[in-house]
Structures are given as structure tokens and as C-alpha cells.
């Protein structure tokens, strides 16, 4: 089979045809996903470094994570009672309930700090000072060891606010009269 010149000239300009529209598509390809790639990536490590219900905490105690106090209206005591486990083996909850390893807690919301008789607490939380309000049950059970420096009570803290709102309105529930809300 033969070509006529128009016809190898035809082939030519088809085929040249090709190779640039081919050769268009590769370069936009090679444009548009350089700049693509680099938010997608983004998106991807923001989302990875801080988890949605880590947001949404963190929007709920309006930014800083540290503070449970804007969450206690809505706390529940019985979620509360259930985190006391981790504090159970050192603390004692009944009234006129002797002291464990830590102090007894009965109504220790408003309570002077380091203040149960008998127990012999560490020179860091007998030089607190004042009551325990719930924003400074908040700040120790965040993390004792920062709020108390020295403190012997080996508790790493808990670092979720709703634990700490919900343990703290259980906290508040051990007494004849519950303080008011903050
Ligand atoms: C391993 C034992 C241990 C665990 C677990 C523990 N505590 Fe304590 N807690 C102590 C000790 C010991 C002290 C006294 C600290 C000091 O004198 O430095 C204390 C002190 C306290 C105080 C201060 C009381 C006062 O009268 O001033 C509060 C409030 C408290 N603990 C609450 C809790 C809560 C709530 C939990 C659970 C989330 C918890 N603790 C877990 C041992 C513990």
C-alpha cells in the first residue's frame, strides 16, 4: 500500500496534532498538580496534628484546653463518679471516711486546702493557700505536679476537660451542701 505525498502530508500534521495536544494535556497536568499538592498536603497534616473532637473541646473551653469550668453546668455527676475509680485507691469519699494514702474528700469543694486533720500533707499544698475553688481543682487535677510543686500525690492529671468538669461536679456532689456553681 502507498501513500500519495497529501496523504503522508495529512498523516504528518495528524500526528503532530497529537504529539502537541498530547504533550498540552501532560503539561497542564504537570501545572495544575504542582500548586494542587502542596494545600492538599496541608489539609491533611492540620487535620492529623489536631483531631476533630480535640477542635471541638478545645472550641468548648474557649481555646487554651486547660479549663473545665465553662463545662460544669453541663457536667454529670455519674460520669463523674465512674473517673473517681483512678482516684479511688487513695481517696476516700464518706463523710468522716478516714484518710488513705490521700486525704478523705467529703466536701472538699470550698474546703481549705491541705486542710484534713491527721493527714500529713506535703510541704507543696500546705503552702497553697486558701480554699479549693473549682478553678483550682481544675488546675491541680489537670496536672498535680504543675499546680503543686512537689505534691506527693502521683496522679498524672487528667488532660480532657469534660473528665475533669464531670469528675469536679461529682467532687461537689460529697457534701450536705453543694457550693454553688461558679
Ligand atoms: C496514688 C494516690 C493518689 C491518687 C491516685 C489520687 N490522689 Fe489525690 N492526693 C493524694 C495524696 C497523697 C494527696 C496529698 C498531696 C500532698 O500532700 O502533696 C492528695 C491530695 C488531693 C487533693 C487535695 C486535698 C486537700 O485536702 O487539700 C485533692 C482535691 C485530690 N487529691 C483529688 C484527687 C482526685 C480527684 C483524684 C483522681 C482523679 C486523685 N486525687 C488521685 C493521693 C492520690
Not at 496541608?42 to 489536631?50: L, N, R, S
Not at 481555646?63 to 473517673?83: E, I, R, V
Not at 482516684?87 to 478516714?98: D, I, L, N, Y
Amino acid at each position: 500500500m502507498h501513500f500519495s505525498i497529501i496523504e503522508k502530508g495529512a498523516f504528518a500534521v495528524l500526528v503532530t496534532a497529537w504529539v502537541v495536544w498530547g504533550s498540552n494535556i501532560i503539561g497542564n497536568t504537570l501545572v495544575h498538580a504542582e500548586p494542587l499538592k502542596t494545600p492538599a498536603y496541608k489539609v491533611g497534616g492540620e487535620a492529623a496534628a489536631e483531631t476533630p473532637a480535640k477542635a471541638v473541646e478545645t472550641a468548648a473551653t474557649g481555646g487554651g484546653g486547660g479549663d473545665a469550668l465553662a463545662m460544669l453546668s453541663a457536667a454529670d455527676a455519674g460520669a463523674g463518679a465512674k473517673t473517681f475509680k483512678k482516684c479511688k485507691a487513695c481517696h476516700s469519699t464518706a463523710k468522716g471516711g478516714k484518710n488513705k494514702v490521700g486525704p478523705n474528700l467529703w466536701d472538699v469543694v470550698g474546703r481549705a486546702k491541705a486542710g484534713v486533720p491527721g493527714f500529713k500533707f506535703s510541704g507543696a499544698l500546705k503552702g497553697l493557700g486558701g480554699e479549693w475553688t473549682y478553678k483550682d481543682l481544675d488546675a491541680f487535677l489537670t496536672k498535680p505536679k504543675k499546680f503543686a510543686k512537689g505534691t506527693k500525690m502521683s496522679f498524672a492529671g487528667l488532660k480532657k476537660p469534660k473528665d475533669r468538669a464531670n469528675l469536679i461536679i461529682y467532687l461537689r456532689s460529697l457534701s450536705d451542701q453543694p457550693k454553688p456553681l461558679p
